[in-house]
């Protein structure tokens, strides 16, 4: 049985490859132009307020199409779909170029460009996960969902720090440029795929067209099938209880020390966790119990967080402040590898227990749950501090993030029970 990363899907698959390839030096340009903007904004207008409302650009459209897209994706050709959301991506990252190079000012642009980056994405991103079971045989999903999360993580590590490089050294041109040239990965990617058209079958959804009611039966499927469900509602409860990405400001700036460094160590640290856990994981597509490996890897996620409380509360006093953030930085690490196992069986499930002509709608709902999940999480966290403090409130949402997944593994023993020799919506 391989330990290290099952590279299987790369070698049978020559459009998986490809598609692969294109969007992992996509996401590591998504990554640059994120960065990016949050620099230029910033320098704009010197606020971090207006830095902040980068997220309420971005998760607007996020929300609103990404409902929309997963039910294009299931209505018509996919490939067509990707490649048109996929283009307009593309395009906005030769605006942002264009925009830097002609000295823009107007921190209104900048808002604009990342409305129509998430709104791309939020299309693109259903339709792209749901090709990905129409190409590849349902007994190698797992091991293509870990080098995705895998590429994901390496984009988060890699991305950021090649933004701040080419920022300081060619300026937002240099990065944006940058950008706009990686993003065409993705392109030929989708460009040489077959034509993936909808498969016939005898479900009365397929009557209907894309839009609200095509919506609502991607949610009354949901409503029906309690274990892709409760891959929505464990990562719910993950982000909502034990969220911590809220707490790293105040942890660099008072309780580690070292400002924006050690925030930015704490991320990357969540980032590396997963990129090792990743690396490690040619035996998760031999795990048949995957909602039990689902819940088991939330509860290290909430004890990982939970830990990284005391580390912080440890910070002065029990422990130096540089000890203390040694011990912060395992506990995020190992946050991140908890999450990104996680994440292998959530999509997995999703992929193989929804029938085709669902997946793009339900990925479509994955897309606002990852997309909203976390900001209420750093909502909820974010007032618990004002009662609580910083360490005190990771500690308390890491343990009621286990508690709450005792009581749903206990609610729903089915989903324990989930095999996926013969998955069950």
């Keep these: 049985m391989p330990l290290l990363l099952d590279l299987t899907p790369l070698r049978v ?49 996020l929300v609103g199409l990404g409902l929309y897209g997963g039910s294009l ?6 490939r067509v779909v990707a490649l ?8 906005t990252s030769a605006l942002c170029a264009l925009q830097a190079f002609a000295g823009n000012t107007n921190v209104w642009v900048l808002y604009a460009l990342v409305a129509m980056w998430n709104g791309s994405f ?52 240099t990065a944006y440029a940058l950008d706009a040239v990686v993003t065409t990965a993705a392109l030929w990617g989708l460009w040489r795929l077959r034509s993936l ?23 009354r499927f949901l409503g029906t099938r309690p274990n892709v469900r409760m ?15 809220v707490l790293f400001p105040a942890a660099g700036a008072v309780i580690f020390g070292g400002g924006a460094k050690t925030v930015g160590a704490l991320s990357a640290a969540a980032a590396v966790g997963g ?84 997946r793009g709608r339900l990925q ?13 999480g750093e909502l909820a966290g974010g007032l618990a501090t004002k009662v609580l403090g910083e360490g005190r409130t990771a500690v308390v949402g890491g343990l009621l993030c286990v508690a709450a997944i005792g009581v749903l593994a206990r609610l729903q023993p089915g989903f324990v029970r989930y095999d996926s020799h013969h998955p069950t919506p």
């Design 122 to 173: 939020a299309v693109a991103s259903p339709s792209r996960t749901s090709i990905y079971p129409r190409i590849l045989e349902t007994r190698l999903l797992p091991a293509a969902n870990a080098l995705s999360v895998f590429a994901m993580n390496a984009s988060l590590t890699v991305g950021p720090l090649l933004a701040g490089f080419l920022v300081d050294w060619g300026g937002f041109r």
């Design 275 to 358: 990129i090792v856990a990743m690396a490690f994981s040619g035996r998760l597509g031999h795990v048949r119990r995957q909602g039990a490996a689902i819940l088991v890897s939330i509860v290290g996620w909430g004890c990982a967080i939970a830990g990284f409380g005391v580390a912080m509360l440890a910070s002065g006093g029990a422990l130096t402040q540089e000890h203390a953030l040694w011990a912060g930085l395992g506990c995020m690490a190992l946050a991140g590898a908890s999450d990104s196992v996680s994440a292998v069986f959530r999509t997995t499930i999703l992929q193989a227990a929804t029938p085709d002509h669902l």
């Design 84 to 91: 048109a959301a996929q283009s307009a991506s593309w395009l």
């Design 364 to 376: 479509g709902v994955f897309i606002v749950v990852v997309a909203g999940g976390p900001r209420l």
């Design 73 to 78: 994706a299931d209505h018509h050709d996919r």
């Design 231 to 245: 891959t929505f509602v464990a990562d719910i409860v993950a982000m909502l209880l034990a969220q911590p990405r």
């Design 13 to 61: 698959s020559p459009e998986y490859r490809r598609l692969y390839a294109g969007f992992t030096f996509s996401n590591i340009g998504s990554q640059m132009a994120t960065v990016t903007i949050g620099l230029q904004v910033y320098d704009l207008t010197k606020s971090t307020a207006a830095v902040g409302l980068v997220g309420l650009f971005a998760l607007v459209p």
């Design 197 to 219: 058209p909808p498969e016939p079958h005898g479900d009365a959804t397929a009557a209907t067209r894309p839009g609200l009611r095509s919506v609502l039966d991607g949610f």
